[in-house]
């Protein structure tokens, strides 16, 4: 039995689609405040919406362990690279450094070790050498997307458990 999820956004970079779609919205800006302060703030307005999933789709803050605690399971981020391989900033750019020949996303559950969590979907394509960084970019960002909705959908399906650090998909 499918429960739909109910829908907010916490962000400001899709402010047009949001508005255009009717999505409850709110910002919590980081401005001018510590990590520690903006996760705490940013924790207490997710924790209001009583959500069952956290998605972070181009949040591109590491998270502290204070704020991964209160929603344990519940965060979901997406990776652009076949995580383990080129964890943290600049995948594209260390993949292009390094001479890959596929490139790929990863949907996790977010932990308190940096893109560590377990992994919930994965995908690659094939780059070459006429590759630049930027077309890597390009090209991985439908990977990104592909993974990701793949991933929320045997999530929302309740497919997904969680067996140590690795998951289960039925």
């Not at 910002?27 to 956290?54: C, F, N, W």
């Not at 990776?79 to 750019?93: C, D, N, T, V």
């Not at 390094?98 to 996303?105: E, F, L, S, T, Y």
Request: hydrophobic share 40%; aromatic share 10%; charged share 25%.
């Amino acid at each position: 039995m499918w429960r739909l999820p109910r829908l907010s956004v916490i962000t400001r970079r899709c402010v047009r689609w949001v508005e255009r779609f009717d999505i409850p919205f709110q910002l919590v800006s980081h401005e001018g405040l510590t990590r520690e302060e903006h996760d705490k703030q940013m924790g207490d307005a997710i924790e209001a919406l009583a959500p069952d999933y956290v998605v972070l789709a181009k949040y591109m803050r590491v998270l502290t362990p204070e704020f991964v605690s209160r929603f344990p399971n519940q965060i979901i981020n997406i990776h652009h690279s076949f995580l383990p391989a080129f964890i943290g900033a600049r995948p594209y750019h260390q993949a292009y450094e390094r001479g890959v020949k596929i490139i790929g996303a990863t949907a996790h559950y977010v932990n308190d070790n940096l893109d560590e969590g377990p992994i919930i979907m994965q995908d690659v394509i094939h780059v070459d050498h006429t590759y630049t960084a930027e077309d890597m970019m390009r090209a991985g960002r439908d990977v990104e997307k592909n993974v990701l909705s793949r991933a929320l959908y045997q999530v929302l399906a309740q497919r997904v458990f969680v067996y140590g650090n690795r998951t289960i998909i039925l």
